[in-house]
């Protein structure tokens, strides 16, 4: 349920409502919004009398919020979700934010390379992942607390923001430090302790699609962050696995406009996992700005061709450079700056 206050509601009121959803032995999710605040509601396991908040000071009304996942859904959150990095928002409609950096950080040089490289294109956000998540046990695993370290280090030397990805509960607290935008990859959205750990966190979390997950299953996985009092969640759509094999999934862009319209969380779109070849990443980037996407997870690396993971979906420097220019131009008419 939610509780939506008056416009002039003060501070004494809205604790009031707080402090009687907590007597009730619910847990009250305040949401402060541009004219009024609301007072989202979980933890009930049937539905809520709406007669006791109804009644108190300050209250305007109380709305029974009908769909399975609640602090995700528009119903209880009309306006966008902001999530802000550095200068910008993510999830800014006249933005489109670019999020780009190899699969793996595999030395210190290369991810240097890469930080300043993108810094210089206008690329505020640096990915790369030091736990991998890889099909084959004997492929390479990632360099662990050590990439954790270079990320920091290259972060504090060149101001570049860090989106990595947190594969578990025993590396949270490392990982949370490390970064400034927790990645959950597609194979954990619905590893639900992993997902509960990250609700106790105060960072933004980018929570990528299961490769089978329905919309309605991803947006009950971000519910579980949400739960936890993390309102900050950014989804990211990877590609889903389908009988086609042309690519290494099948991205699917036609899930922008209903998450757009059933979530009020941005929505970002990775073109590199979702194709697995970089020829077609070009195309599927600037469809995504297109579609309504609120921006880009791309893999680039200095030389794709000698990769330790992920070389064959990843740009080259130029290549980057060339879709970075055709974004520009494309993002002109919808009326969003690549950020
Ligand atoms: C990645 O971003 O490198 C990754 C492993 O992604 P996904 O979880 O989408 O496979
Ligand atoms: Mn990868």
């Known amino acids: 349920m939610l509780v ?5 509601a003060t501070k004494d009121q809205i604790n009031r409502v707080i402090t009687e959803i907590q007597e009730l032995g619910l847990t ?11 007072i989202g509601i979980t933890g009930n396991t049937g539905s809520v009398d709406s007669r006791i908040l109804e009644v108190l000071d300050g209250v305007k009304e109380c709305i029974r919020v009908t769909k399975p996942f609640k602090l995700s ?23 489109f934010s670019i999020i780009a950096g190899p699969c793996s950080v595999e030395n210190e040089k290369m991810i240097h390379q890469c930080a300043e490289f993108l810094l210089a294109n206008g690329v505020k956000i640096m990915r790369a992942g030091a736990f991998k998540p890889r099909t084959s046990p004997y492929a390479f695993q990632g360099m662990g607390q050590e990439g954790l370290n270079i990320l920091s280090r290259v972060r504090d030397k060149t101001g570049i923001k860090i989106i990595t990805e947190l594969m578990d509960t025993e590396t949270a607290s490392a990982v949370e430090e490390a970064a400034d935008i927790i990645q959950i990859g597609t194979r954990n959205m619905q590893n639900f302790a992993l997902l509960k750990r990250v609700g106790q966190m105060r960072k933004p979390v980018l929570l990528k699609r299961g490769m089978s997950a329905t919309l309605e299953e991803w947006l009950m996985a971000s519910e579980y962050v949400m739960a936890g009092g993390n309102y900050q969640v950014i989804l990211c759509e990877r590609g889903v696995r389908t009988f ?10 036609s899930v922008i406009p209903p998450a757009k319209s059933l979530s009020h ?8 996992h979702g194709t697995g070849k970089r020829n077609y990443v070009p ?13 880009l997870l791309i893999e680039i690396h200095p030389d794709p061709d ?11 420097f130029k290549q980057f450079q060339k879709l970075l220019l055709s974004l520009h131009e494309l993002g002109k008419p919808l009326g969003k700056r690549i950020v």
């Open 4 to 8: 939506v206050m008056a416009a002039d």
């Open 73 to 95: 859904s528009r119903e209880m959150h009309p306006n966008d979700s902001l999530i802000p990095i550095g200068n910008n928002n993510i999830g800014d409609v006249h933005e």
């Open 265 to 272: 969380l941005p929505i970002l779109v990775d073109p590199s």
């Open 28 to 38: 009250p999710h305040p949401l402060p919004g541009s004219t009024r605040t609301a």
């Open 244 to 253: 086609s094999d042309h690519s290494r999934n099948t991205l699917d862009l």
């Open 306 to 316: 000698h990769a330790l993971s992920d070389g064959p979906q990843s740009l080259d």
């Open 283 to 295: 195309a599927m980037s600037l469809a995504a700005l297109a579609a309504g996407a609120d921006g």
